[in-house]
């Protein structure tokens, strides 16, 4: 039958499901076969000759049809992995049964009234054959679940068969040990079975039914009790799913082995089409929605370096019930943190590659998905933390971060992505070794918008946060906290910054700290006392490589003076909000000496109008996101958070209890009957006197005559002569005694959960286009926007 029969067939068969007004019986198979039986029907196809309209008009109308499609729909997928689907006539109505219940789940789900639907048993449908009793029935999502996973695990399917002749009786599904059949080498799997193209496809397919089961997600508003698990979820990730385990491995493995360069050499992939890609996109974005687990309400298993050999580590507590999240935080071997590493860095670099050879490597398109991965590896498996913090590596993940953040800064509908990426280097920065790594020197000319500079990754990343917060768009304005939360949290550990980083701090503090920008808001004296801690631990703890940083310090010396003699008068603030009533203006770009960008960069560019983009749940503050630990003599840090905050040396607000302060803020400020923030003198005061400056007045006292005898003496207006002074002065029982340390780690917490739930699903719903799998349905979990 040729494919335009097969298509006119199937059109007349959605027809008469939309027409009929009785009940068609279930055992009328002569009508149900018409859906899957006689007919070859791309994906594509389904969506195209199943129209919305008329799958919501079968669902109010003859609601028993619909049930009665679903169910037989999923009767044939488990008569498929019952029998291992050996010829191919099954095989075809497998993959009909899919794509048909890939297009007709999301208009289930976004009915409240269907919800249960799934979840309810059906009358006559014993478990699998039909011949049990009702009372062992199945709900038909568990039917469903299992079906899927045994599909994914058949051989001359969706994997090789180990059989050698065709003589052989095929495979007993049964009695097959799937880890026996893992797709990809890689975490305990040693073995890299061939590719094949067919089998792809086919894993393909039954992922996106997978996804699309698991997207009832989407039909829920975001609720901030993220104790609501996904029972879709719940039950494929729990001990009832006998191919938990291999399946986590293949769909791990499968992302990380991947390399898009086509077997390396450049412009391979114009010749041959890439096949792997998709699948590796469909397998990244069932493994996060998989490992989408609110870790701050579950027992993460405990850090001890002990290792046995298998791959995932039984020393542990029992970790949670969902075997993924389980899995994945007992993978414990260096080989296998190493394999999964430079998988990901590989992938996230791709972008890069394609800026020096254009076009000469496919240029992949999940990068979310990627992150959304490293970060809950990150979260759940602190073994892999630390290894990825142990080497030089962790370069290879923050470059790409922080070329996404370049590059996004101008783009509205990829807040999501700006989001992400600083979360991650959020959490990373909470511990040393990432501030030690940051001082290797940075080498590698990615072209990126920003100016040219000679230093460490340090330096990159200080010079991108600046670019980001004078150049980025207003919405994100609440990141701010959080990219100088990082840059406080690896201050102490930075040896030595380049004159243009040091210059690029100093213009942040300059802006911040102008009346109308301090005055403007409740919290934005905050961004001050950030920088001011930073600048201070690297006085006191790294003054003798950072002669640039403290030159830049003697040149901007008005704006300490200015800040400490900051007026705090009616007349003061009033005069200083006037320039608030004028429309908002960026921070100013001037005094902040641009240079020329890097050679082959392009400006950071706006979305597209048109472009579609998904809400995003607010983020928590940052004292909500991070708590407060003190670094140690020995290096150790201790918590501050559960005792009663006392001030620290410098006393900085960071250390007061969050709450208090706020409420201390609203009683000294009276917000205006039209919501308008209006600061008070009380208000100014008591933030004023706690701002850090007493070691930097210190230096200024010692050092500002020095240097000025020095120009006076030698009529110098040279800058090296200046620099080399300070290279070789010292300020050694000349500053206060240092402050301890004061480390702000990220702590899971369920707004975050909620954060990345509604994220992750956002960038499912824009990826998969083709089929439009969620499009134009009733979603709930956020809105769809056009820039």
Known sequence: MGSADSKLNFRKAVIQLTTKTQPVEATDDAFWDQFWADTATSVQDVFALVPAAEIRAVREESPSNLATLCYKAVEKLVQGAESGCHSEKEKQIVLNCSRLLTRVLPYIFEDPDWR???????????????????????PLAESLLLAIADLLFCPDFTVQSHRRSTVDSAEDVH?????????????????????????????????KLLLTCFSEAMYLPPAPDSGSTNPWVQFFCSTENRHALPLFTSLLNTVCAYDPVGYGIPYNHLLFSDYREPLVEEAAQVLIVTLDHDSATSTSPTVDGTTTGTAMDDTDPPGPENLFVN?????????????????????????????????????????????????????????????????????????????????????????????????????????????????????????????????????????????IITSGHQRLQPLFDCLLTIVVNVSPYLKSLSMVAANKLLHLLEAFSTTWFLFSAAQNHHLV?????????????????????????????????????????????????????????????TGSQEGASMEGSRPAAPAE??????????????????????????????????????????????????????????????????????????????????????????????????????????????????????????LVGLLPVPHPILIRKYQANSGTAVWFRTYMWGVIYLRNVDPPVWYDTDVKLFEIQRV
């Open 175 to 207: 009695s097959l040990d799937s880890c026996e059949y893992i797709w990809e080498a890689g975490v305990g799997f040693a073995h890299s079975p061939q590719p094949n193209y067919i089998h792809d496809l086919n894993r393909m397919e039954l992922l």
């Open 529 to 589: 006392f950030f920088l001011l801690e930073a600048f201070n631990n690297i006085i006191q703890y790294q003054f003798d490589g950072n002669s640039n940083l403290v030159y830049a310090i003697i040149r901007k010396r008005s704006v300490f003076h200015q800040l400490a003699n900051l007026p705090a008068d009616p007349p003061a603030i009033h005069k200083a909000l006037q320039r608030r009533r004028r429309p908002p203006e960026p921070l100013s770009r």
């Open 116 to 138: 249960g639907f799934f979840w309810s048993t059906v009358p006559g449908a014993g478990r699998a054959g039909g011949d049990d009793d009702d009372e062992n029935a199945r």
């Open 609 to 730: 109008p048109g472009t579609l983009k998904t809400s995003l749940v607010a983020t928590p503050g940052i004292d909500k996101l991070t708590e407060k630990s003190q670094v140690s003599e020995d290096g150790t840090l201790r918590s501050l958070e559960p005792m009663s905050q006392q001030s620290s040396a410098e006393g900085s607000p960071a250390t007061e209890e969050p709450d208090q302060a706020w409420r201390e803020q609203r009683r000294l400020s009276s917000a205006s009957a039209s919501g308008q923030w209006n600061p008070t003198s009380e208000w100014v005061l008591s933030w004023k006197s706690k701002l850090p400056l007493q070691t930097i007045m210190r230096l200024l006292q010692v050092l500002v005559p020095q240097v000025e005898k020095i120009c006076i003496d030698k009529g110098l207006t040279d800058e090296s002569e200046i620099l080399r002074f300070l290279q070789h002065g010292t």
């Open 327 to 467: 899995y994945l935080s007992r993978i414990h071997r260096e080989e296998d943190f190493q394999f999964i590493l430079k998988g990901i860095a590989r992938l996230l670099s791709n972008p890069l590659l394609q800026t020096y050879l254009p076009n000469s490597t496919k240029k992949i398109q999940f990068h979310q998905e990627l992150l959304v991965l490293f970060w809950k590896l990150c979260d759940f498996n602190k073994k892999f933390l630390f290894f990825v913090l142990k080497s030089s590596d962790v370069l290879d993940i923050l470059v790409p971060i922080l070329y996404f953040l370049n590059d996004a800064r101008a783009d509205h509908s990829r807040v999501g992505l700006m989001h992400i990426g600083v979360f991650i280097l959020l959490l990373l920065s909470g511990e040393r070794n990432f501030g030690v790594r940051l001082n290797k020197p940075y080498s590698v000319r990615v072209p990126m918008d920003i100016p040219v500079f000679t230093g460490t990754h340090a330096d990159l990343l200080i010079v991108v946060f600046h670019k």
